[in-house]
């Protein structure tokens, strides 16, 4: 299976277009945020339906250092997956995501997860992050792009991976997160291809 994408080259820095954050004149401020274009082909004849999956294994474990001046979130601190994207029960006659489908700017309180005309969205980890905050809290589903935190010394790397699937939906809760996600489709994964890219705030990460 082979994955594709006009937006992102693998294994290069992902354009600021497909960014939630991006640099600004006194720190990071929000990005275009559009979810980006995507193509894949070879699959198994078999596929009853496609699963997108954007994660970030990148992310500080603790938030103590997170986006506090003076101070750095450390190359070596223990990581955790944070996801970006979650878009499953995809028709088998698609084969390519449009640019800014399903994502063409911020939107407070998140988009609306659940079905859509491309797929089903799942619940993205921005969720938490942004927990109870009276301005930015709620369910943030489908796709929502990198912002990672401008004191941190490590390059954040997101993997954006087509499942091929032997179902035709994973049935899962309109409010599944990634991990529902991930164990979902365990057993049903016939074939799948990935494409990473990178991105970071600090300019000195690496």
């Known amino acids: 299976m082979k994955i594709s994408s006009r937006s992102i080259a693998a294994g290069a820095c992902i354009p600021p277009t497909y960014a939630m954050g991006v640099p600004g004149t006194d720190g990071p401020v929000p990005g275009p945020n559009k979810s980006p274009h995507l193509a894949w082909a070879e699959f198994p004849p078999e596929t009853k339906s496609f699963a997108i999956v954007c994660h970030d294994p990148d992310v500080p474990s603790r938030g103590d250092d997170v986006n506090k001046a003076g101070r750095v979130v450390p190359y070596d601190l223990p990581r955790v997956d944070f996801y970006h994207w979650l878009l499953i029960d995809i028709a088998p006659s698609t084969t390519e ?32 992050w942004f927990g109870d905050d009276p301005d930015m809290g709620g369910d943030y589903g489908g796709y929502d792009g990198p912002w990672p935190p401008f004191n941190d010394e490590r390059l954040h790397h997101y993997h954006f991976t087509v499942y091929a699937l032997d179902v035709p939906s ?15 489709m365990k057993g049903h994964v016939l074939d799948k291809a990935e494409l990473i890219g990178t991105y970071a705030l600090n300019p000195t990460a690496r």
Do not use: C, H, Q
């Open 97 to 128: 995501l449009a640019e800014g489908v399903d994502s063409d700017g911020i939107v407070p309180k998140g988009k609306r997860p659940g079905r859509t005309a491309i797929g089903v969205r799942g619940i993205n980890d921005y969720t938490s």
């Open 170 to 184: 994973l049935g899962l809760p309109e409010k599944f997160r990634g991990p529902g996600a991930m164990a979902a």
